[in-house]
């Protein structure tokens, strides 16, 4: 056997035997992910919501010279407000003052056993947020599930939303008209099946085309340290009635309605979809096409620019953070 493959053979063996510790290494997380230390200093209002005392956290980013200017992240729904610290750290470093929720249900937020989740809720739970903070005008930009999110709080609150930055947003089709139904109760079933291995294989195939990097595998360990905990069942709850929100609330219909000047940036090679391993493969291909998606929305938009980036799946802040955050800073100024 020659040195090169000798080498080539134990890398391989230490990259096989690297992932399986992290399978079995990974830390248990309780509901309110003490322990795990987020970029910048946690703080927490509390928000009495349908009977009951809930803790909403996020993080504020004070620009060390501010330009008077304040910007609102809003986490997708597999996320929570830390996998935004690239972008606070160069929103801050130019001036921006940034705010950063967890929203209920998710992150370090609390997780009800029982809740009512509407889109309109957690909007006016970003209200009360921005509200204490004293703050009356932002630009937002929104994730995935916080695209959704977003658009909601931009339609409730017009005064409030300077622009309106959406990235890679869910809601952009109307997924009932293809989908069927799912109860709660399957949600729920199919969210305690979760581990570290189907998250990482979920994430593989639907955000990154099947190429793993060492960045990425953080943000998978911290979604998969929660079902290593002991409080899981009700962070599985929580989950299950977020996916009947997200499928039974959409905006699709209400992008007219927008006023802020908005941008959507999107990766071109996204195909997300709700409930697309629940139907035939004919109707899956009509499914979570992005780029038409994203045209389509751009023109329905009164105000909207399309920054569309080649080659980059639902998570261009993560995936491809040069290309995402250089036509957000040129927008926001």
């Not at 399986?20 to 322990?35: F, S």
């Not at 990097?213 to 299950?240: C, F, H, M």
């Not at 909207?304 to 926001?332: C, D, N, R, T």
Request: net charge positive; with cysteine; proline share 6%.
């Amino acid at each position: 056997m020659t040195r090169r493959l000798i080498f080539v053979t134990c890398f391989l063996a230490f990259s096989l035997l690297l992932n399986r510790t992290n399978a079995q290494t990974i830390t248990p997380y309780d509901a309110d992910l003490a322990g795990y230390e987020y970029p910048y200093p946690v703080h927490n209002i509390t928000l009495k919501l349908q009977g009951q005392n809930l803790r909403m956290s996020y993080m504020d980013i004070q620009p060390l010279k501010p330009n008077g200017k304040v910007v609102m992240l809003l986490h997708g729904k597999n996320f929570c407000g830390a996998y935004w610290d690239s972008t606070a750290a160069d929103l801050s470093r130019n001036g921006y003052r940034v705010i950063i929720p967890d929203q209920i249900g998710f992150g370090k937020s609390s997780k009800p056993q029982q809740l009512q989740y509407t889109f309109q809720l957690l909007a006016q739970n970003t209200k009360a947020l921005l509200d204490s903070l004293k703050i009356c005008e932002t630009a937002v930009v929104g994730h995935s599930m916080g695209g959704m999110l977003a658009t909601r709080f931009t339609l409730m609150y017009p005064d409030v939303v300077e622009k309106l930055i959406l990235e890679n947003p869910i809601g952009l089709e109307d997924w009932k008209l293809k989908v069927p139904y799912q109860t709660v109760d399957k949600w729920y079933e199919s969210e305690l099946k979760q581990n570290y291995e189907k998250i990482k294989q979920y994430q593989l195939d639907n955000y990154y085309a099947g190429e793993w990097k060492p960045a990425y595998e953080k943000w998978a360990v911290l979604q998969a340290g929660w079902t290593k905990g002991s409080d899981y069942a009700r962070i599985a709850w929580n989950a299950a009635l977020t996916y009947d929100m997200i499928f039974t609330q959409p905006v699709f219909y209400e992008f007219e309605n927008i006023k802020a000047p908005t941008l959507l940036i999107i990766g071109q090679r996204d195909r997300t979809a709700l409930g697309k391993a629940n139907v035939p493969d004919d109707v899956k291909q009509t499914m979570g096409k992005y780029p038409e998606l994203g045209q389509n929305i751009s023109k329905r938009i009164p105000n909207a620019k399309l920054a569309p980036i080649e080659g980059v799946g639902h998570l261009p802040h993560i995936e491809a953070y040069p290309y995402f955050i250089k036509p957000l800073m040129e927008f926001l100024k």
